[in-house]
Every structure is written in structure tokens, then in C-alpha cells.
């Protein structure tokens, strides 16, 4: 134990000289989530819309307030379809409205008035969920009589805020990355700089120089996940959590171990830092793709879906969201658990083999 420490500890002291890795680690815990929590937004937000209004009355200026932001930008009058078509097609606006001259005159005799909607669908998400919105304002003006009262109850998330969401699906895919990145790292590191040999010279079993030296770098991407949790989810995000924050350290340190095995893995077929880098993209990218992090699992093609159970991510991230958002019992965690365990000590074992091969 005593000579399992002193590795360990050696393995930290390097990692912490080097500044390079530390940047990249402080970057990717923080800065690099923030970004993507504040940067990618799912939801129609200042929405540039445009209008044709040929009636001449007050009902589509009253529709047309209720255009507003943050969903809308202020909304732009054109003089013609023409023109507000030709904006569309410049991107000067996303969203174009025309009001034809009998919309009021069939409006209050409730016969088929109709109001011409043009989409700038290339951003697709946020051109139909400003559709929904225009659907929404203009069935309010509506005069049916609608027989059923909607409800909605909005659960684990209740003012959808997909800040939240991809914060926290970005955390899990950075240590999924720097978990294999790192772990790669310290191995082929001996190879670069010559001391391979030396490191197979020691009077000491190859065995624990390979659990150390992944150890450690799990003790690192442990430090990283407690910054991340701590600084940018809890303090910048606000996130609340529902669950135990104890269950998600400790699926978090089983998970860090899996994504060790993969690197244990790169290492052992790399020989130097590039195509520790080619690999580690390689080998991720279907990992990530198949987890649920971009792609819900049940749109994907239903082949995806059975691959998506080997997919070691897709545990840890429904695990980490039920933690967090749904509040589930540890014990009832044990299917999410199990999955990150059995896949994570194949790939462990395997990649402990692999790299085993070269002492």
C-alpha cells in the first residue's frame, strides 16, 4: 500500500507541473460548461419576425403585440409578400406573418380566416417552436368553442430551461473525454520522453504501476467533477439537486473508472500524444453519439437504440439526470449503477490487459 501511495502521489505531482493538462482540466470543468450551458439554446429566443398587414384593422395589431420579447424581436412591417420573402431568404428575419385583407371581415363571422405563416425552417428547433407560439396566440382570437381544458404539469424541470439540462450533459461528456485523454497520457508520456524502459526496470510489479497510474488520474477527474458540481452547476447554474449528492460522486468515481479502461486501452495502441488525441476521438464520438447526450435514446433508429446499451455513458447520464432532477432513491438507482459497474469493469479489465502486455 505504501509503494501504491507513493506512485499515486508521484503520478499527481507530475499532473501538477504540468500546466498544460492543468489549464485544459480547469478549462474543461468550468469554462468550457458555462459556455455551452449560456451558448446553445433550444428555445425560441429573440426570434427576428416580420409582417404584411393588408387589413387595415385592429385585430392583427392586437395579435402582433403579443409578439414580444424574449421570444420575439420587435416585429418588422413590409409593404408586400415579395419583400418580406426576399428578407427571409437574406436571413434578416426568420419568421414572416401575412395578414390578407378579408382575415378580420372572416374573423368576426367566424368563417376560415387564415393567416399565412413563412418559416425560416433551417434552424428548425427554434423556427417550430416559434410556430407553436403563433398557434398558441392565435387560437387565444379564436372563437371555437374548444371542449377539452388543457393542463400541463411540467416535471423535474418546471420552467424548461434547457440551460440546465446541457450544462449537465456537458459535464458528463467531459469526463467521459478527459477521462480516456488523461489516463492515455501518463503512459504514453514514458514513451515520448524515453523513460518506458526505465519505468519497466523497477523493482516493482507492473501490475500496481498500472492501477496507480490510472488511479491517480481518476483522483483528478474526481477533483474536476467536485469544481464543476460545485462552482458552475450549484453556484453559476443554480441547479437544485433532488437526489443524493453522495450516489452521484460515487457513480461519478465508477464511471471515471470506465473511461480509465478506454485509456488504459489508447495507450497501450498509441505511441505518442497525436494519436492519443485521433484514438480517443475515434473511440468517443460513437460513445457520446449513443449515450442520449445530443440525440434522445427513443428518436434514435430502434438498431441505435440496442446499441446504446453498451454504451457505458448512457447509464451514467440517466443515472446523473434522475439524480439530480427526479430525485431517485439510491436503491432504485441500482439498474443505472449496474450498467456503469459490469460495462465498466469489462472495459477496465480489457484495457488492464491490453497496456499489461507491454511490461
Not at 446541457?166 to 467521459?176: D, G, K, Y
Not at 473525454?177 to 514514458?190: I, Q
Amino acid at each position: 500500500m505504501r509503494v501504491f501511495l507513493a506512485l499515486v502521489t508521484k503520478e499527481l505531482i507530475g499532473f501538477l507541473r504540468s500546466w498544460g493538462l492543468v489549464a485544459v482540466v480547469l478549462y474543461s470543468f468550468t469554462l468550457d460548461i458555462y459556455i455551452t450551458g449560456k451558448g446553445i439554446e433550444m428555445q425560441a429566443k429573440n426570434i427576428a419576425i416580420g409582417y404584411v398587414d393588408e387589413t387595415g384593422g385592429g385585430m392583427s395589431k392586437k395579435i402582433l403585440s403579443r409578439l414580444h420579447a424574449p421570444e420575439f424581436q420587435k416585429p418588422v412591417p413590409f409593404m408586400s409578400t415579395k419583400e418580406l420573402s426576399k428578407s427571409i431568404y437574406d436571413r434578416e428575419i426568420m419568421v414572416g406573418l401575412i395578414f390578407e385583407s378579408d382575415f378580420e371581415k372572416n374573423l368576426e363571422k367566424r368563417d376560415r380566416a387564415s393567416v399565412d405563416i413563412l418559416l425560416d425552417s433551417i434552424a428548425a428547433t427554434q423556427s417550430f417552436q416559434a410556430l407553436q407560439y403563433l398557434q398558441n396566440i392565435l387560437f387565444d382570437y379564436s372563437k371555437t368553442d374548444f371542449p377539452v381544458e388543457l393542463k400541463i404539469h411540467k416535471l423535474f424541470n418546471q420552467n424548461a430551461n434547457t440551460s440546465e439540462f446541457m450544462a449537465m450533459a456537458e459535464m458528463l461528456s467531459v469526463i467521459t473525454l478527459l477521462g480516456v485523454v488523461l489516463t492515455a497520457v501518463v503512459f504514453v508520456r514514458e514513451k515520448e520522453n524515453g523513460t518506458w524502459d526505465i519505468m519497466l526496470l523497477m523493482p516493482i510489479d507492473p501490475r500496481l504501476i498500472i492501477l496507480a497510474k490510472s488511479f491517480s488520474q481518476v483522483l483528478v477527474i474526481m477533483g474536476g467533477v467536485t469544481i464543476a458540481t460545485g462552482i458552475v452547476l450549484f453556484g453559476v447554474f443554480d441547479i437544485t439537486i433532488n437526489g443524493s449528492i453522495a450516489a452521484f460522486f460515487l457513480l461519478s468515481f465508477f464511471y471515471a473508472f470506465t473511461s480509465a479502461g478506454i485509456g488504459l486501452f489508447v495507450a497501450a495502441v498509441s505511441k505518442n500524444m497525436l494519436q492519443v488525441a485521433q484514438l480517443s476521438i475515434l473511440i468517443m464520438m460513437p460513445l457520446i453519439f449513443l449515450s442520449g447526450a445530443w440525440t434522445p435514446i427513443h428518436a434514435m433508429h430502434p438498431l441505435l437504440q440496442d446499441l446504446s446499451l453498451l454504451s457505458p455513458l448512457r447509464y451514467y447520464i440517466e443515472g446523473s439526470e434522475s439524480i439530480f432532477f427526479r430525485g431517485t432513491g439510491f436503491f432504485d438507482l441500482w439498474n443505472y449503477f449496474a450498467g456503469v459497474i459490469i460495462l465498466g469493469s469489462v472495459l477496465y479489465f480489457y484495457g488492464f490487459r491490453k497496456i499489461g502486455r507491454l511490461f
